[in-house]
């Protein structure tokens, strides 16, 4: 299995409930194929550098996923047609970061 940092952001008005069922349908997905969500880290409401899809504000998730290829396109493909995610991005990592990031930090 490979390990990927898998960051999405959340329209503004999207909330608490909305954010847990995206980490659900994220995790099945995950399960079906015997991945897992190893980390999640929640960077909270921030602003964005450039209006995407009219809007200036996102609520920014990072999880570090384990898994294989064809699992990310699936949870990308979900992503892409669920309309409260408004950008996500998926990059292949080495290893687990021992860490939390310091975004995480300045948000809790």
Do not use: Q
Not at 8 to 35: F, R
Not at 64 to 82: M, V
Request: net charge positive; charged share 35%.
């Amino acid at each position: 299995m490979n390990i990927y940092e898998h960051t999405y952001i959340a329209a503004p008005e999207a909330n608490k409930k909305d954010l847990e069922n995206i980490e659900k349908k994220i995790e099945e997905i995950l399960v079906k194929s015997s991945g897992k969500i190893c980390i999640v880290e929640d960077w909270g409401l921030r602003n964005l550098a450039y209006p995407i899809k009219k809007n200036n504000k996102g609520h920014y998730r990072n999880l570090y996923l384990e898994g294989d290829n064809k699992t990310i396109k699936a949870i990308e493909e979900f992503e892409k047609f669920n309309n409260k995610i408004i950008k996500y991005l998926s990059i292949k990592i080495k290893k687990l970061p021992k860490d939390k990031s310091e975004l995480a930090i300045e948000n809790n």
